[in-house]
Every structure is written in C-alpha cells, then in structure tokens.
C-alpha cells in the first residue's frame, strides 16, 4: 500500500534533504479547555513554537473517534428498524418477515391482494433506505463512489470540516498571530503546512476497502499526535476555513492518499487543478516532507494528470 506515493516522497527528500521534525508535544487540561503546545522545525530549518487551548464546551460535543464501518452492524441496526415498520402492519392484510443475513436484509411480504403487495413492498424499501442512511448518519459515514466508479463507505470528511472549524478557531488564530498582517495567504499557509508535517504519520490502507480503519477526526489527531493523509488533510481543512472562510477549497481523493485545493491565485510554478470553473492551488499536508504552499509530491501530480481522483467541495 502506498508505495508510489513512499517513493516519490523519498526521491524529494535526497533531492530537497528537507524533512519536518518535531522537537517538542505537549498536552494539559486546564479549566477552561484543553492546551496543546507544539516545537518544530519549518521548511527553513528554524525553530517554530506554537501554543492554543481549545474550548472544553466545544470539544464536548466534537466526535473523538471514527469506529470501522461493519456491514453486519450496518445491516443490524436496518433489521431493528424494518421490523418496527413491519409491525404497523395489519396481519390480516398482509404477513411480513424481516430477518438478517450476514451483511443483507431479507424480507418476504404475502398479502391478500397484488396491489397491497407492491404497497407493502415499497414502504420496506424506503423504509430500508432511510433507515441505511440514518445509520451512516448517526456514525459519520458517507457513500463515495470512486473514479473507478466502485461503490464503497468511507469517513464523512467534509462533514468533519464543517462541524469542527469553530471549535479549531483558536489553533488557527494562533497560526495567523505569527504571520505578518501584511504578508501573502501563503506565508501563513506554509507555516501550518509544516506544523502538521511534523506530526507523526500514520499510513492509510486503500480508502474503499479500508471502512474508515485508521482515520482519526482533528480532536483524535490532536490527541494521539498523529494521523494519516485523510486525517492531516481534514485537520488541516478545518483549520483553513477559518482563516478562509469565503475561499473555496476541495479536498482531493487519490486511490491511497488525500491533499487540499484552495481557490488562491496561483503563482508560477505552483501545482494546480481546474474543476468547474476554478483554479485550484494544490498542498501536501501529510509529510514528513516539507512540501510548500502549491508543491505536491511526483506520485499525487501523476494521479491527477491521469484522473485518478475524485473531489469533495468543502463548503
């Protein structure tokens, strides 16, 4: 797993010989939230130190951890639904029987009439989708269909994105602090680039058939201090929406790994996608090479040269 990306990664540290190190993490509670404190090397090679609480209030209500998807548990929750639905029915009208089956639902209506069959029929059936999605729902799951058009369940990224940008103000305020007002977006970019370069990787098995194994929401991430390119990529898009908030950004799904996309205009050099209608300046959270604002490593460039991917707005 992986190993384009491992290799292209390689070859730009012996050519670039530009690695992030983290010297220092530390977490603590205190009253009012939770403090984390970072040290760490940038893409310069100078030492960087950042501190932020985050709001215990907010983090009460943020989820901690992303559990595997199972289909049998999947499918067990539906069953417990089906057969609430199945018992508004008048047995003198019809028999319904609803039973599990390892990863699928069966069921078997006989009713009086055809037509009270098909009705029957049809309110299990949507009865079984709504309770499908309920269920993705409740565990933060979401459907994702590939560009290889395969059907699969991964982590809902974006809803992570969404949901956690207000409680990150404070670690992104912290980042924008040490960056010149006047400076271009990319200076405060670069610099919580590497940040999160520096935290401990994590690899990520393939996104379709790994159900969610080994992605860790921001809080999670935060920590355990550390995280895969899925985790750093939502952690990181969380953070830039706030400082962003009106900016569009996609995120961008490879067969084994994640980056960001961020509607700045770019600069020459700089690694870009186009999709309707916008340019995207593109960045390499994962590390642990210091990749800069608009640098990506040589495998993600050829994925996405062949169309190896797929995007998710982050509204």
Known sequence: MYIRFLLSLALFLIVNAAVAE??????????????????????????????????NSKLSTAPTEQKNYRPELAMRYVTVELLKVARQFDPRDANVKIRQQGDTVL????????????????????????????????HYFTRYRTFFNEEAIKPDHV??????????????????????TQADAREYFNLLLSWVQSIPYDALDNRAQSNGSGFAPPIQLLNENRGDCDSKSVLIAS??????????????LLPEHA????????????????A????YVLIEPTG??????????????????????TLEEIQ
């Open 107 to 138: 069921t078997n209506v006989k009713a009086r009439s055809e037509e009270k069959l098909k009705v029957i029929q049809g309110q299990l059936a949507l009865a079984k989708d709504q309770a499908y999605d309920d269920y993705l729902d409740k």
């Open 22 to 55: 983290q010297l220092n993490f530390k977490k603590s509670r205190l009253d009012e939230g939770q403090r984390f404190e970072y040290k760490w090397l940038d893409s310069e090679g100078t030492s960087r130190h950042i501190a932020f609480t985050l709001d």
């Open 239 to 252: 953070i830039a929406r706030a400082f962003l908030p009106d900016t569009a950004m996609v995120l961008v």
């Open 159 to 180: 809803r992570y994105m969404k949901e956690m940008t207000e409680s990150l103000i404070p670690l992104s305020q912290a980042f924008y602090e040490q960056v010149n």
């Open 259 to 274: 980056l960001l996309g961020i509607a700045l205009t770019p600069k020459k050099g700089e690694a870009t996608l186009k």
């Open 288 to 309: 642990p090479a210091l990749f800069k604002f608009g640098e990506i490593a040589e495998s993600s460039a050829k994925e996405i040269a062949k169309g190896l991917y």
């Open 276 to 279: 309707d209608g916008k340019t």
